[in-house]
């Protein structure tokens, strides 16, 4: 089976960069899509195809993905954006990652 | 808009059988793949399922394979999730999620799935 790893929390004060990353073998081959979730909602999609993002998602979220590491950076982190991110590559199956939890400090 | 409404859930004991439903509207909902995914409390996202636009194809995870079956009813919009011989393991929420250039976008509110004795 197809894994996709990472790190359980990523810590950031507001305002400054978070990086999440996501590693898997040859994963710059596929596409990568990154989902964010809040406490007690439904995933909600804010990267697909590796760098595109939804019309109603603020510029601070980009994506790249490349080699075996495909990250999730939050530009300007701001309170809202405290939550669980989770990484989705497509490998003969869906896969999902491990999960980041994302603190705003 | 696009929507999703999964129904369906609740407690249910081990061995046992249920189905769960998701209604889809707002778009051609014989013009898309439809996924289940489900989240174990405190877990992390685990895809389950995805049935091609018509129908057609259907892939399973290896945890559910061979015990759930995926369908989709165009007539009524409806995406289904058929569970046998359930285990303790599946307790879980069972999203649906409408797939778009190979993501999944958007997602319903979840239906909570209890094995339980």
């Known amino acids: 089976s197809y894994d996709l790893t990472q790190p359980p929390s990523v810590s950031v004060s507001a305002g400054q960069t978070a990086n999440i990353t996501c590693s898997g073998d040859?994963?710059?081959?596929?596409?990568v899509s990154w989902y964010q979730q809040k406490p007690g909602q439904s995933p909600f999609l804010v990267i697909y195809?590796?760098?595109k993002r939804p019309s109603e998602i603020p510029e601070r979220f980009s994506g790249s993905n490349s080699g075996n590491t495909a990250t999730l950076t939050i530009s300007g982190t701001q309170a809202m954006d405290e939550a669980d991110y989770y990484c989705q590559a497509w490998d003969s199956t869906y896969v999902f990652g491990t999960g980041t939890k994302v603190t705003v400090l | 808009q696009v929507q999703l409404v999964e129904s369906g859930g609740g407690v249910v004991q081990p061995g046992r059988s249920l189905r769960v439903s998701c209604a889809a509207s707002g778009f051609t909902f014989n013009s898309y793949p439809m996924h289940w995914v489900r989240q174990a409390p405190g877990k992390g996202l685990e895809w389950v399922s995805v049935i091609s636009y018509d129908g057609s194809d259907k892939l399973y995870a290896d945890s559910v394979k061979g015990r759930f079956t995926i369908s989709r009813d165009i007539s009524k919009n409806t995406l289904y999730l058929q569970m046998n011989s359930l285990r303790v393991e599946d307790t879980a929420v069972y999203y649906c999620?409408?797939?778009?250039?190979?993501?999944?976008?958007?997602w319903g509110q979840g239906t909570l799935v209890t094995v339980s004795s």
């Open positions: 040859k994963l710059g081959d596929k596409f």
């Open positions: 999620a409408r797939e778009n250039y190979v993501s999944l976008d958007p």
């Open positions: 195809q590796d760098t």
